[in-house]
Structure formats: structure tokens, C-alpha cells
């Protein structure tokens, strides 16, 4: 029976049809619905990794033991997974690996814009490209059988808006699969001997590869009426390119990215007038057409900045497009910011009060950064913040030092802020490092982490004491603050900031999305006390406004957390009726 997906849904769909059997990942916008609903097939065991690196060892190891396996990240998530990622493509597998990356061209939820495709080529490595969720099932079946054909791992790239966009898709049966282990050093030590010897393996294997994508399937000619332009297209910029041109011009549609055919691109661009590359991000296909000595159009019509629209592909492409109704009214800009009684938000408040210079993380606590709080200094990677806490700290020892911290949330800690910590402690640099534990990895949508006690499935599971490992680590002051309470936020700060040694921070508190987190009655502001001061404005809580010159308190979104009380000098919020 046919079926709605999204196509991450589908990708998990063809992990289950493929005969997947083992799963881990680390969870990041867009990739992390890929292992959620890979889990909820018993017949696949899946977890969520301490971080991507870990996953992909992880997963390298259960095909190595003969099950095909698979991990999921997003783009930045490559770059953490990237050491191993290099070298299994020298080692090759035993039973197929497929990895999925998904990019996320426009930045909804990332830092940077980086285009995946470019590790495909540098780690010689194959790398397939679905177009929507029917594609995203076969692609990800065909990964398998090209793992195990060509004995490599295989990369499987998807994007934001085909990860998220829904399509329709046909499910079938599930084919187990597994492999006996066999002993084999040289293949799978990679010591500098035997990494000699697997280098032109892999050369002999991109090689072939080539032969092989010149004749794919998923590399497929759509012919068009008008022979005056040609398309070199994939991903979601052919959906775009379709939706625009429809049947007009001829049509390359690449589903297998890298390594690409060469003959088959000679002999379409032959074939047409003039050659059009679009595609998002890097013009990765159009510096392969011209390696090929081929005149193209490509990134001088299209911006390598941000995603693709329909209508700029239309106007690229001087095509009449219909856009549909269109608002006459502007709409209003609605900027991101932390929840109402969010547990980040009195900590940050504090720390903008005492003028600290923060090194800030990745994490729905970032939103920090955002006015009124404007609490963070700078934010680069996970784990970042942690170590360039110390680089600052250090590069001050002498002089008069600038009060700084660094802010990372309990999943982003056990991620990559360990080892940080660990360094903080070996070199002894005077860095106050704080926690903001909430109790669960918020951003991403509310997944499992080492410190919940809870694992993917959320079955009971190993709990990290945050408290002890950070004493194991060798940090001897650690103190536990309440975010809810700023007069204790306040003391505690100061106190850590002065202390002569390293400390930690651990600013706990559940997140207020959480199901079984109970709310106190909403406040409500009363007008007879209110000045109109504004103060309880400074901490940025959506739940308050201020109307006719008074304060106001929205009751569906108060969750009564009081942190705005504490701020108020004139007794104006209270909960509930006693306002």
C-alpha cells in the first residue's frame, strides 16, 4: 500500500527493506528523524551515539561482524566523524555500511553552509543523491548493494528540504542480510604497510565505479521537446528545475553524485546547444563538466549562498513561472527566542548582569545570544566553547583578566566538552566552565542522551553523574545552581569567577517542554503596582508584554517559573489569583 513519507521516514524505510541491522547516530537537524523511526523497527537495533565519530565506529564495527549497518548526521556532524570516515574507505567493509549526511543549505538550523559533497570526493568515497522519499527508499537499498559490491562504505546525502518534504512511497518486505567475520589484518589495520597497500585499491575502486555510473539507472536522461539548453541537475534543485521547465528542455538528473559519469555528460552536453549545471551550494558539478573541458553555465547564474528557490530558477532560466496567491500584507519578522520558562534563560540573565564574557555552544541554548539577553561572546562548534574558554583564559595569565565563562548544555558536554574540560584541568587554566543541564538534547527535538538515564527506545539506561565526572576529570570545585533562583545564580558566579582554580558550573534544571515537567499557576501583573520599568522585560520572556504602558502576562504560555518576579522591585507578578 502506498504511503505519505517524509524522506527521512523513507531512508529509515530502506535501512528496514535493505535488512539494516544495527543503527547509531547523533542527533542533528536534518538528519535526526532518519534513526528515530529506524528504531521503531524491532528488527534493528538503534541508538543514539555520545557523538558522530563514536557512531561511525560504531556502525563500521557492526559490519564488520557481518550486519549492515548504518549511521546519520548532519553536515557538521561529518566533520567530527571525519577521522574514521578516511580511513574505512581504505579498509573497505565486510557486510554493507551506508552513511547518511544531510546538509542544510539556507541554515535553518546550522552554523555554517558547508556542501557535503566535496567529502565524497576528498575520502574516494561513493555518494548518493535522492530527490524525494521514493528515491530516498531505493537509494538507500542501492547503497547497500554498492557497499558490498565495490567493498566500500557508502555516503548517502540528503538535504533539508527532501529530509523534511513528504512523497509518496511503496513499501516492501525486508531481505535479511549478514556476512560471517573473517580475520583479515591487512585489510583492516591500518598501519602505514598495509594503508600502502589499500591506496591503489581504492584508485582501482573509484575507477570502476566511474564505469559504473556512466551506465546507473539513477543517472537518468529526461528528454525534452527544445535541444536549445541542457540541465545537469540532482537533489532538490531537479525537483525545482521540473517544476519550472517541466518537459521543455533535455535533462540530466545525477542520483549518484560521486564519483560522476564522464562519457555521459560528454555526450549530453553533445547533445545540446548549451549546457545549464544547477544545483545549491558549490558549483560541485560544474567544476566536474569543466575538468571535462565542457563550457557550462553554473554559478555565475546560481548563488552559491543559500538555498534555491523555484523562482529564482526561473528567472535564471528566463522561463515564465506561476508563484500562486501572494500575500499583499508584509509579514511581520518573528525572531527566535528561548521559551517561556525556558531554565537557560535566568542564567543568561545573570550573566549579562555581572558583564561576562561567554563562550557559548551549540544548543537551543545559543538563543542566548539574542536581544534583550545578547548574553553570549562567541559560538563555533560543539565543544568549542569549553576549549576557547581556556585559550582566552590563558592568553590573560599576567594581566588584568576579563571575567569569562563558557556555557554548553549536559548532550553538547558528553558530545565533545569532556575532552575541554579534561584539558582545563591538565593545564590549570583559572576557567569557570558552566552546564547548562535541561535534562535531555533540547534543540533537536527532545532525543535521549548519557545523562538522562534513558536510551533511545527510553528504556532505563547508564546515567552519567555529571557531578562526578567532572571531579574525575580532575575539576575540584563544583557547584549545582537552581536557574529559577537569580539571587543564588548571582552568589554562586561571583564565588567561581574568584576562585584561583578551575570550576565547573552545573545550572540544572529540566526543560519546560518536557511531558512530565509539572508548572506552577501562570503569574499575572498588576497594574496597581506596575510602573511600567520595563525590568521584567530584560530576560526576553515571550509569556510578557507590555500593553498601554504596563506589564502583561500572556497565562498560555506563563508557566510560573517567577524568574520575572525576582526582578520586579514593586511586587507587581504573582501567580495566580494573589496578583
Not at 567493509?93 to 565524497?120: C, F, K, L, P, T
Not at 538555498?307 to 500575500?327: D, F, H, K, S
Not at 504602558?549 to 504560555?557: E, I, M, P
Amino acid at each position: 500500500m502506498k504511503q505519505l513519507m517524509l524522506g527521512n521516514e523513507a531512508v529509515a524505510r530502506g535501512l528496514y527493506e535493505a535488512g539494516c541491522s544495527f543503527v547509531s547516530s547523533y542527533p542533528g537537524t536534518p538528519s535526526t528523524e532518519i534513526t528515530e523511526a529506524a528504531a521503531k523497527y524491532a528488527e534493528i537495533y538503534a541508538e543514539w551515539a555520545p557523538n558522530e565519530k563514536v557512531a561511525m565506529e560504531a556502525a563500521f564495527g557492526a559490519c564488520l561482524a557481518g550486519k549492515r549497518s548504518f549511521c546519520g548526521m548532519k553536515h557538521v556532524g561529518l566533520n567530527v566523524a571525519a577521522d574514521p570516515l578516511f580511513t574505512i574507505s581504505y579498509t573497505g567493509v565486510n557486510a554493507g555500511m551506508v552513511i547518511a549526511v544531510a546538509d542544510d543549505a539556507g541554515m535553518h538550523s546550522s552554523q555554517n553552509e558547508q556542501d557535503s559533497r566535496h567529502y565524497a570526493m576528498a575520502a574516494k568515497m561513493p555518494m548518493l543523491e535522492p530527490a524525494d522519499s521514493a528515491e530516498a527508499v531505493a537509494f538507500t537499498k542501492l547503497a547497500y548493494t554498492l557497499s558490498e559490491q565495490f567493498d566500500t562504505p557508502v555516503l548517502l546525502k540528503m538535504c533539508t528540504r527532501i529530509s523534511h518534504s513528504q512523497s509518496i512511497v511503496e513499501p516492501a518486505p525486508r531481505v535479511e542480510a549478514s556476512k560471517p567475520y573473517e580475520k583479515n589484518p591487512q585489510k583492516y589495520i591500518m598501519m602505514p604497510g598495509n594503508a600502502k597497500r589499500r591506496h591503489p585499491v581504492v584508485e582501482e575502486r573509484t575507477a570502476a565505479l566511474v564505469a559504473y555510473a556512466e551506465n546507473a539507472e539513477i543517472n537518468r536522461l529526461e528528454e525534452g521537446s527544445d535541444h536549445c539548453m541542457g540541465i545537469i541537475t540532482s537533489s532538490t534543485a531537479y525537483q525545482y528545475v521540473k517544476e519550472v521547465c517541466g518537459d521543455t528542455y533535455p535533462i540530466l538528473k545525477l542520483g549518484m553524485i560521486w564519483p560522476m559519469p564522464e562519457q555521459k555528460i560528454r555526450d549530453f552536453a553533445a547533445s545540446v546547444e548549451k549546457l545549464v549545471v544547477v544545483e545549491e551550494l558549490d558549483g560541485f558539478i560544474e567544476a566536474h563538466c569543466k575538468n571535462l573541458g565542457l563550457a557550462c553555465v553554473g554559478k555565475d547564474k546560481f548563488s552559491c549562498i543559500d538555498e534555491l528557490m523555484p523562482l529564482q530558477v526561473a528567472a535564471q532560466l528566463a522561463e515564465p513561472w506561476q508563484t500562486g496567491a501572494v500575500l499583499e500584507e508584509q509579514i511581520p519578522m518573528r525572531p527566535p527566542v528561548m521559551c517561556a520558562g525556558c531554565p537557560h534563560r535566568g542564567l543568561f540573565y545573570t550573566l549579562k548582569k555581572n558583564k561576562v564574557t561567554a563562550f557559548g555552544d551549540i544548543g537551543c541554548y545559543t538563543l542566548g545570544a539574542v536581544a534583550p539577553l545578547a548574553a553570549l561572546d562567541t559560538t563555533i562548534c560543539m565543544g568549542a566553547s569549553v576549549s576557547g574558554l581556556h585559550g582566552f583564559v590563558k592568553a590573560q595569565e599576567g594581566e588584568e583578566p576579563q571575567k569569562a565563562v563558557a556555557v554548553i548544555g549536559d548532550s553538547t558536554f558528553m558530545h565533545s566538552g569532556i575532552t575541554g574540560l579534561v584539558n582545563v584541568a591538565y593545564n590549570n587554566s583559572n576557567a569557570t566552565v558552566i552546564i547548562v543541564d535541561n535534562s535531555i538534547t533540547g534543540m533537536t527535538g527532545h532525543q535521549q542522551n548519557p545523562t538522562t538515564g534513558m536510551n533511545l527506545k527510553g528504556d532505563p539506561a547508564a546515567k552519567i553523574d555529571l557531578e562526578t565526572l567532572c571531579k574525575a576529570v580532575g575539576i575540584n570545585r563544583v557547584r549545582v545552581v537552581d536557574p529559577y533562583d537569580l539571587a543564588q545564580c548571582d552568589t554562586v558566579l561571583k564565588e567561581e569567577l574568584a576562585a584561583q582554580e578551575p570550576s565547573v558550573i552545573i545550572s540544572r534544571r529540566p526543560c519546560a517542554l518536557l511531558k512530565y515537567v509539572k508548572h506552577e499557576k501562570p503569574l499575572q501583573a498588576d497594574p496597581n503596582k506596575c510602573i511600567g520599568c520595563k525590568a521584567c522585560m530584560r530576560i526576553g520572556c515571550p509569556a510578557i508584554s507590555i500593553v498601554d504602558g504596563k506589564a502583561k502576562v500572556d497565562d498560555t504560555l506563563c508557566v510560573g517559573c517567577g524568574v520575572c518576579s525576582q526582578m520586579c522591585k514593586f511586587d507587581a507578578l504573582k501567580a495566580g489569583k494573589e496578583a
